[in-house]
Every structure is written in C-alpha cells, then in structure tokens.
C-alpha cells in the first residue's frame, strides 16, 4: 500500500520537476503562512519525499497536507528550484485517487459547492452568501455578509452589477463542461471519494444532455 502510494505520487510527470533536490535549509518553511499557523513545514514534506520515507509520507497524507495554501510562495524561494507546493498538491491527488479517509473528510463540506457546479455552472450567486444560506459555517459568515445589491451597484460592469446575471449558465457550456470533467478524470474521482454525490451529479449531467440533445433535433427540423 505505502509503496504503491509513493509510487503513483513519483510517477506524475510533474514530481520530477517539482523535486529536484533538498538542502534541508528550511527558506520554504520560514516563508510558508501555512507553518505560521498549523503543524505543517514544507522542508519536512520535502524531505520525506527526498528520503523516500513511505511511512512518513503516508502519515502526512492523512492530515498535514491538507494545511498547505497552495500559494507557492515555497517554490518562488527554494534555492533548488523546488516546488513543496507543487509536491503537496501531487500528494493531495493521490490521496483522492486513492479515496483516503483524510481526502473524503476534507473534501466533504465541498459537496455542495461541487453539486451547485454541476447543475447550475456556478458555485454561488453572490446573494447566496448570508447566514441563512451558509448555517453550517457558522459565526463567521457574518464577516462576509454585506449589502451586496448596494455593493454591486457600485461596480461599473453592467454583468457584475447585479447579484442574479452571473447565475445563469449556457447549456452548451455546461454540456461542453461535463466532458472536460469526465476526460480529465475529475469524475472518476469524485466517484472515489463520495459515491452517492457521483450517483446525483450523474443524474443531472444527463438530464441536460437529452435537453441539448432535444435542442440541437428541434434546430435540425426548423
Ligand atoms: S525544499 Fe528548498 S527551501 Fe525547502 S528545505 Fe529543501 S532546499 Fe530548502
Ligand atoms: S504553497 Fe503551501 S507549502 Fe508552499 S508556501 Fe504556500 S502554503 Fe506553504
């Protein structure tokens, strides 16, 4: 299993040119916000990959890789040309591919968002984004709430001036989209990590098929 992780991580045409090396300086984890404020250093990723340390990797799979903000401030700073960030995100991957306990917790309170995605071609409407319609996340969605007609009439762009115009999404777009996600695997993964969202989103990228399909016969009969 360890091997066969650390495997599929080396095996990403990505990993040869985000590690090329480690001096263990320790320049990445100094600039890193996310060591600033979690258990997670960049130099120690880096130098379990580095040292083929496959228990070591496996452990930070299931919980400090998942710290990183993915800004890659690391690899703008590491004399080796680096990229911890980069490794991070083929670890990540990984742990998706092979539907990893730490993955499915993470990725859960996307579901959502990613059902949202599908079926409507947005994540949010920006008057979706209240206390009522985000309970789950708590106190803090306060921060975020705000009179955002008011806000968006302040923006000269007449798409973005409204809170409903960025909510509608083409059909062929959408269609177009469903097979980029099944072609890059994307659902493949989804699948892996939450079976009956898979089932719900399979659902409804068909139901606007037969609907583009409908559309494109009734073209042809005009
Ligand atoms: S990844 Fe680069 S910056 Fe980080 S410890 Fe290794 S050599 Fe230094
Ligand atoms: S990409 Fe991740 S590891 Fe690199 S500096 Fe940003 S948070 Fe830290």
Same mark, same amino acid.
């Given at each position: 299993?360890?091997?066969?992780?650390?495997?599929?991580?080396? /095996?990403?045409?990505?990993?040869?040119?985000?590690?090329?090396?480690?001096?263990?300086?320790? *320049?990445? @984890?100094?600039?890193?916000? /996310?060591?600033?404020?979690?258990?997670?250093?960049?130099?120690?990723?880096?130098?379990?990959?580095?040292?083929?340390?496959?228990? =070591?990797?496996?452990?930070?799979?299931?919980?400090? +890789?998942?710290?990183?903000?993915?800004?890659?401030?690391?690899? /703008?700073?590491?004399?080796? =040309? &680096?990229?911890?960030?980069?490794?991070?995100?083929?670890? $990540?991957?990984?742990?998706?591919?092979? =539907?990893?306990?730490?993955?499915? &917790?993470?990725? $859960?309170?996307?579901? $959502?968002?990613? #059902?949202?995605?599908?079926?409507?071609? &947005?994540? #949010?409407?920006?008057?979706?984004?209240?206390?009522? =319609?985000?309970?789950?996340?708590?106190?803090?969605?306060?921060?975020?709430? /705000?009179?955002?007609?008011?806000? $968006?009439?302040? +923006?000269?762009?007449?798409?973005?001036?409204? @809170?409903?115009?960025?909510?509608?999404? &083409?059909?062929?777009?959408?269609?177009? #989209?469903?097979? +980029?996600?099944?072609?890059?695997?994307?659902?493949?993964?989804?699948?892996? *990590?939450?079976?009956?969202?898979?089932?719900? +989103?399979?659902?409804?990228?068909?139901?606007?098929?037969?609907?583009?399909?409908?559309?494109?016969?009734?073209?042809?009969?005009?």
């Amino acid at each position: 299993m360890l091997e066969e992780v650390f495997a599929d991580i080396q /095996a990403d045409l990505r990993y040869d040119h985000e590690l090329n090396g480690c001096l263990n300086c320790g *320049i990445c @984890t100094a600039t890193c916000p /996310a060591a600033h404020y979690y258990d997670f250093s960049p130099r120690e990723i880096v130098q379990l990959l580095w040292t083929e340390n496959l228990e =070591g990797i496996y452990d930070a799979m299931q919980e400090k +890789i998942w710290a990183c903000a993915q800004c890659y401030t690391c690899a /703008a700073r590491c004399p080796f =040309g &680096n990229s911890p960030g980069g490794l991070v995100m083929l670890m $990540r991957e990984t742990a998706i591919k092979h =539907g990893m306990e730490s993955a499915k &917790n993470v990725l $859960r309170p996307f579901s $959502r968002v990613m #059902l949202k995605l599908v079926s409507t071609g &947005n994540q #949010l409407s920006p008057d979706m984004i209240n206390p009522d =319609g985000f309970a789950d996340w708590g106190p803090n969605i306060s921060k975020i709430d /705000a009179p955002l007609q008011l806000l $968006r009439n302040a +923006i000269p762009m007449p798409t973005l001036n409204t @809170t409903k115009t960025a909510w509608e999404v &083409n059909l062929k777009t959408s269609v177009e #989209l469903y097979t +980029i996600w099944e072609d890059t695997g994307v659902l493949d993964q989804l699948e892996t *990590i939450d079976e009956n969202l898979f089932d719900v +989103i399979s659902d409804i990228m068909d139901e606007k098929r037969e609907d583009w399909a409908d559309f494109l016969d009734e073209q042809d009969d005009d």
